[in-house]
């Protein structure tokens, strides 16, 4: 059995670590850089940070195509996900659900 072997396994761990790192940022990087004077570790966790979304969005688009989304889901998904919690209200309210898990074939596929 493979890791992550479905797209809605993938996209709920992107979704966490995504999450993670955008809180790292706003709670532990940031307060350092203007309390403190260290903006490495802005430099260091938004990069990160900017990855993973990417890395976010990748998995939500691979998952819409397999489970047929509509296509306003990826951009509310996205949205949501940039606001401070929102990946672990997604979490909760999307991406548990069955639809996240590929649907019956189309007509036309083998």
């Not at 999450?19 to 790292?24: N, V």
């Not at 203007?34 to 990069?47: A, I, T």
């Not at 401070?84 to 036309?108: M, N, T």
Request: proline share 9%; glycine share 10%; charged share 15%.
């Amino acid at each position: 059995m493979k890791l992550f072997g479905t797209p809605g396994a993938r996209l709920r761990f992107m979704n966490l670590l995504e999450g993670l790192s955008f809180h790292g940022l706003l709670l532990v990087a940031m307060p350092l850089k203007y309390l403190y004077g260290h903006p490495e570790y802005v430099r260091v966790l938004g990069m990160a940070h900017g990855v993973l979304f990417v890395a976010l969005a990748m998995a939500a688009l691979d998952v819409a195509r397999t489970a047929r989304w509509p296509l306003w889901r990826v951009p509310a998904l996205l949205f949501v996900a940039s606001l401070p919690l929102g990946s672990f209200w997604l979490d909760r309210r999307w991406l548990r659900q069955p639809a996240v898990e590929p649907g019956p074939p189309a007509s036309g596929e083998a």
